[in-house]
């Protein structure tokens, strides 16, 4: 289990993580969410024992990072793809991890074969693609088989094959028992990957939850056919809704439950002929989160966002 308690980070006078607390629980995959600048890298450097905290602190399975006695074997993390020496191979880079961590040399053969580069395994990595990178940081993550993992930003430069593979080996690892952490930008990528979802902004949290939870708590749209799109819209507008009309004639309806609609539709006299709820994506729940913890904001943002 990783605990974050009342982090603070301070780098000069930029605060960075702002009196941050929140659990990383065994057995489940958990999603870390944050606009840019929202301090989800420094929370990740923090609990690596990278970065000092200003204030509060972080444990893993109740140890500070600097105190595990075998850090691969404890802890195994993605945090930057290319922080590999371009020089080496992946083999004397992994055979080198390894070594400086006592861990059979057999297992950096293993760790190739599962992350699917054993091929290039004797090339050098300032070759190497950003897919290809990244499979051999998973790869330094397992060595040492720990119980607790972290993953910034893993999916990048992977192509849907190797999401897909990374998606189902994130699942295996969580029924294992293990903590899966993982920080990512693509909110698709974790409504489909993660069984509980930590969002924060400006390095405050702001909700945790399962993605159930979350994308529930969201009023969402509700999808609306009828004999009289005109007439409907009126209604639903002057109850203060908001209506939007696709080129089909389907109208999306926000602001308004489908019974509220339904009664609205029964009072004009109109016939529906469809009214589905739509459950809000996670995107759009990410989206209104954190609307106003964003770093930079275009012109466009800001008129979509009111």
Known sequence: ??????????????????????????????????????????????????????????????QRYQELKAPLREVGALLDAKAVHPGRTARNHLLALAVSNRIPTSRVDEVLEFTGIASVADKKVGGYSLGMSQ???????????????????????????????????????????RTVFVSSHLMSEMAQSADEIVVI????????????ELTASDAGSVL????????????????????????????????????????????????????TPQRASLEEVFMDLTADDVEYVSSLDATNHG
Request: charge should be negative.
């Open 1 to 62: 289990m990783i605990i974050v308690d009342h982090l603070t980070k301070r780098y000069g006078d930029t605060l960075a993580v702002n009196d941050l607390s929140f659990e990383v629980r065994p057995g489940v995959v958990t999603g870390f969410l944050g606009p840019n600048g929202s301090g989800k890298s420094t929370t990740m450097r923090v609990i690596m024992g990278l970065d000092a905290p200003s204030s509060g602190h972080v444990t893993i399975n109740a």
């Open 135 to 177: 499979r051999l940081g998973i790869a330094g993550a397992l060595l040492g088989d720990p119980p607790v993992l972290l993953f910034d930003e893993p999916v990048n430069g992977l192509d849907p094959e190797g999401i897909r593979w990374i998606r189902t080996f994130f699942r295996s690892l969580a029924v294992e028992g």
């Open 201 to 212: 902004g400006r390095g405050r949290l702001i909700t945790q939850g399962t993605v159930d």
């Open 224 to 275: 609306v056919r009828s004999a009289d799109n005109a007439a409907l819209r009126s209604v639903l507008e002057a109850a203060g809704n908001t209506v939007d009309t696709a080129n089909d004639g389907t109208m999306t309806v926000r602001g308004a439950s489908a019974e509220a609609i339904g009664q609205a539709a029964l009072a004009a006299g109109v016939a529906l002929t469809e009214l």
